[in-house]
């Protein structure tokens, strides 16, 4: 079982910035796939981006490709989400999930659509919010 928890959600103004934290424990983090979601008041939850432990290879989703900057520390056992020129749509609960590289064979874009249902760990989500 691996725990997870997020931080540094706030509130901002339009074009501002934030930085996400999630630490991983419980689990071995070089085993680990992660990804960031985020689900807004009434709407769906949507996929954000994956990393890779270890390796770092990341994806993201379209909505936020040019914006947001996933990354990780792995001595730390954290990866981040650096959100850049934030806009009011991004206003959300930001959640942290991971799964065992050995439960779902490939950390790639599928995670955050399709294959969501792989990711059998997740945060208790930190509130980001933009005003305009």
């Known amino acids: 079982q691996v725990q997870l928890v997020e931080s540094g959600g706030g509130s901002v103004q339009d074009g501002g910035s934030l930085r996400l934290s999630c630490v991983a424990s419980g689990y071995p983090y070089g085993n680990l796939c992660l990804a960031w979601f985020r689900q807004a008041a009434g709407r769906e939850r949507e996929g954000v981006a994956t990393i890779r432990a270890g390796s770092g290879t990341s994806y993201y989703a379209d909505s936020v490709k040019g914006r947001f900057t996933v990354s990780q520390d792995n001595a730390k056992n954290t990866i981040y989400l650096e959100m850049n020129n934030l806009k009011p749509e991004d206003t959300a609960m930001y959640y942290c999930?991971?799964?065992?590289?050995?439960?779902?064979?490939?950390?790639?874009?599928?995670?955050?659509?399709?294959?969501?249902?792989?990711?059998?760990?997740w945060g208790q989500g930190t509130q980001v919010i933009v005003s305009s």
């Open positions: 999930a991971a799964a065992s590289i050995f439960a779902i064979n490939h950390c790639d874009p599928s995670l955050l659509t399709s294959r969501v249902g792989a990711l059998r760990n």
